[in-house]
């Protein structure tokens, strides 16, 4: 849905003299200013297809948030930039649809080059960048590609290497790589609510599709979708900027209100000999995924129905459409089928399929309708990084090894053991090239920031991408090493016996002394924020303001199996509450925490449950801080809300006893609502329901909004000012330390 040290521990260790540390005081300008207090923070890293080069989007030491293209000599680990978007870039401001689809990826604020592509033949490399196309060559060169003005989404390479396609005014284009470089629309009807190539809102904000075409592998096919909005009922979006504003007539669909209508078209690369897929009598579906078979002879697409009880895996003929259902996920009661990116058809036929069926997140190897479970137990794959099919195994993510930390294991297509593959204490992300000969690990702890490694199979390192060491006097953290607390984690019990995880943060205690409590909250499902990883500079602001930092995962969050997730089934705003409300009651209990002064924090769901815990028991909390809050479920999306709160026409008793609003004048205590007054996920409408409702009760409360910021408030100086509004909110409220 919405989706965000070592000083004084490493002083204990030995490794930084306590007499000889110097402290620095760490400010807020700084945690915010460039270079990123955390070290470089490479993203979108690749290996190219014939695995000599690896690239990665790197930001910046002058301006965290632009990014450029450089690429690393995987023979030498020499670096070269690629691609400075400074210099290539023409400085255009990008299209609504672009910025909006930024938003839906979690890069708002990003700047430079967002994204790229390798061409198969490992020579180049498509770039988009400000509104136009460019094929980067390794040797710093780019050629912009001739293709019109305006906005162009979704741009890729071909699998075959023969053609470079985008989305352009609703419509595919697709462009030759060589000669002429003739271009051509393959579509043409796309205009006012009709839309092809590119994925509806609820696929891009809820289903983590973000394309709407899919090339075959052989290049003779694309499968595309084609949506139409006209069902989707109209939110008038004002984007209220400092200056300006905007209105916008936003298809939003709410929910119990209809989606849009979508439908799957195959046809060739000259948008000829198109054929229409079956995906059932109902049109009110969900297009959940598409995946060609690594011979171009069948099409998969996943089909899930508007419940999201029912997920169908089709097999689609490309020359007719036709299709037929290979298998059929089923909710159990009181559930709902979650989605994932695993499924990966072979080259021999068979599938690796991810699925929940027995309470837990697992592989599965579907061969000629037999099915081989390939892991097992209280635990949960998190992704499938990559497949070895010449040699059989399986590689993923998983938290197999405790819930708090991410690891690379192996598998055996056949089963058997599973193997980890990284070292234990840590945090790790996976990339894996096509034929998962090497992996490129991100991995952080409480005590260092992220690290980007090369390793091989056996998880052992090649080479360094970004060590990004912290113990290193150049890096930018280091300097406040010496006064970095270290944070801990333990277990509380939820009123069911299960078992909760918390994790804290202390400053340096005196004897005797109490202190306050930032007890920062999100709540949600398909989220977990305990873990050990790195948390970030403003956390150890937080505590060096004198704070106890302290957040607990509630039932209802992710990765502890359907069982703790299905909780919430029908009822927000219950467990995920009661369960916050025992962490508030656990630190009370604490000789060292100052009962009387535990601030709640939250932000998205995290705001809609500062909301609902100060209704729920006033008192509890000193003071509470909603961003971006939801208030009324009924005024967000389909596909999120009605997976866990079903359709509010048939339960309208469940969306009331799980708004905001029904008991918005049992607040008591001091609250501060921020909202960014052009924010298109929750929208401002969310607050300004709760602010008049709290104005007709005489409810006293505070309020900071923020002219053009989205549902991301941050950015150069806003920032700050946001945090610095929350300080002193908090000052006010709760009095100084």
């Given at each position: ?327 059929t996920e089923k909710a ?263 009962g009387g002064r535990i ?77 960014g007054m052009a924010d ?58």
């Amino acid at each position: 849905m919405w989706k965000w040290i070592a000083g004084f521990a490493l002083a204990m260790a030995g490794l930084v003299p306590v007499a000889e540390a110097q402290v620095a005081p760490l400010t807020l300008e700084r945690v915010f200013a460039s270079p990123d207090i955390q070290g470089p923070a490479p993203r979108a890293m690749k290996l190219s297809p014939d695995g000599k080069w690896l690239t990665v989007l790197r930001n910046r030491a002058d301006e965290k948030e632009r990014f450029d293209l450089w690429a690393m000599d995987t023979g030498t680990g020499q670096w070269r930039m690629l691609v400075d978007s400074k210099k290539v870039g023409s400085g255009a401001e990008m299209s609504e649809a672009e910025k909006m689809q930024m938003e839906r990826a979690r890069l708002g604020g990003t700047r430079g080059i967002i994204a790229y592509e390798w061409a198969p033949d490992s020579q180049s490399i498509l770039v988009p960048l400000e509104g136009e196309l460019y094929l980067a060559e390794l040797d710093g060169s780019a050629e912009k590609l001739p293709a019109d003005a305006g906005a162009k989404l979704n741009p890729a390479v071909s699998p075959g290497g023969g053609y470079v396609s985008f989305v352009s005014d609703q419509n595919l284009v697709v462009m030759e790589t060589g000669g002429a470089r003739k271009k051509w629309h393959v579509t043409s009807d796309g205009a006012g609510t009709v839309h092809w190539g590119e994925a509806e809102f609820v696929a891009q904000e809820e289903m983590a599709r973000t394309n709407g075409y899919w090339w075959s592998p052989d290049d003779r096919h694309i499968a595309v979708e084609r949506f139409d909005e006209a069902p989707v009922g109209i939110v008038t979006r004002t984007a209220i900027g400092a200056e300006t504003t905007k209105v916008y007539q936003q298809r939003y669909p709410k929910a119990g209100t209809a989606n849009a209508l979508v439908e799957l078209w195959i046809m060739d690369p000259l948008g000829q000999n198109k054929v229409k897929v079956d995906l059932g009598s109902d049109p009110d579906i969900y297009l959940a995924r598409v995946k060609w078979a690594p011979d171009g002879k069948a099409l998969y697409v996943q089909r899930q129905n508007r419940d999201q009880t029912v997920l169908d895996l089709l097999k689609v003929d490309p020359a007719t459409g036709r299709s037929e259902i290979v298998f059929t996920e089923k909710a159990a009661d009181k559930s709902w089928v979650n989605l994932s990116t695993a499924f990966t058809p072979l080259k021999d036929g068979s599938l690796i399929w991810w699925s929940e069926r027995d309470g837990h997140g697992h592989l599965y190897h579907v061969a000629k309708g037999k099915w081989t479970q390939l892991t097992k137990g209280d635990w949960e794959v998190a992704e499938v990084d990559g497949i070895d099919q010449k040699r059989g195994v399986v590689y993923f993510t998983g938290n197999k090894d405790g819930v708090l930390e991410r690891h690379l294991y192996s598998v055996s297509l056949k089963g058997g053991a599973v193997t980890r593959l990284t070292e234990l204490g840590w945090y790790n992300l996976v990339t894996m090239d096509t034929a998962a000969t090497r992996a490129i690990v991100t991995r952080s702890n409480p005590d260092q920031p992220p690290q980007v490694y090369l390793a091989d199979t056996k998880g052992k390192r090649i080479a360094w991408v970004e060590e990004n060491d912290v113990r290193k006097p150049d890096h930018p953290y280091h300097p406040y090493l010496a006064s970095h607390q270290e944070r801990t984690f333990g277990t509380i019990k939820a009123a069911d016996g299960t078992e909760l995880y918390w994790e804290m943060i202390k400053p340096r205690m005196e004897p005797g002394k109490r202190y306050p409590v930032f007890f920062q909250h999100y709540g949600g499902p398909h989220a977990q924020q305990v873990a050990r990883k790195w948390g970030g500079a403003l956390q150890q602001y937080i505590v060096g303001k004198g704070y106890i930092w302290f957040q607990i995962d509630n039932r209802g969050s992710a990765n502890r199996g359907k069982k703790f997730e299905d909780a919430l089934w029908h009822a927000m705003g219950s467990v995920e509450v009661e369960d916050q409300l025992a962490g508030a009651a656990f630190l009370k209990t604490l000789d060292f925490v100052d009962g009387g002064r535990i601030a709640t924090y939250g932000w998205s769901y995290g705001g809609y449950m500062t909301l609902k815990l100060l209704e729920a028991a006033p008192g509890v909390f000193a003071a509470g801080i909603a961003g971006a809050p939801v208030s009324k479920w009924e005024l967000y999306d389909t596909h999120y809300t009605e997976r866990y709160m079903g359709d509010p026409r048939l339960v309208p008793d469940a969306y009331k006893a799980s708004n905001t609003v029904e008991n918005a004048l049992r607040i008591r205590d001091p609250l501060l609502l921020i909202h960014g007054m052009a924010d298109d996920n929750v929208v401002l409408e969310h607050s300004t329901v709760m602010m008049g409702r709290m104005q007709a009760g005489g409810v006293p409360f505070q309020v900071m909004l923020y002219p053009g910021q989205t549902h991301r408030v941050g950015g150069p100086g806003i920032s700050v000012h946001l945090w610095e509004t929350i300080f002193a909110f908090l000052d006010r409220s709760m009095g100084k330390r």
